[in-house]
């Protein structure tokens, strides 16, 4: 009995889809991780980390000129925007770029996003404001 082509050729299909499925995967999970380190860089070099009086945790990062670096940055994280700080004239300081955020979850999933990243300073930073976080 001979089995016609078409019934071989559909379940070999639906394995190499499935192959393509799962190296795209696998190839998108390594750029996507290179991205997160990129931005941990950054934000190592760059960005602030407290808890504020207040009680609010705030993760901050000035750029000064650097918009488009910033805005690179805030689509890896996917959160916040870039603002505008103007000095006014201030001879002394330049007008900067920066993003803030004091978003209580999105401080927690970014800073567990980057924890592995992070220098022994600012892991240490990020995991005092987790451990503040899961105590209030």
Known sequence: VQVPASVLVKPLRRQLN????????KILATHMNSQIAWAAGLFESKAR????KD???????????????????IDIVGYGEVLFRDRHGATDRKDAYYWEIYARNEVRRILD????????RNAHAALNVLDYLECT
């Open 18 to 25: 499935r192959r393509r499925c799962e190296r795209t995967q």
């Open 55 to 73: 009680g609010k945790p705030v993760l901050s990062m000035y750029c000064n000129q650097d918009r488009d670096v910033l805005s690179r940055f």
């Open 113 to 120: 996003m980057f924890l592995p990243f992070l220098g022994d």
């Open 49 to 52: 980390i407290k808890v504020r």
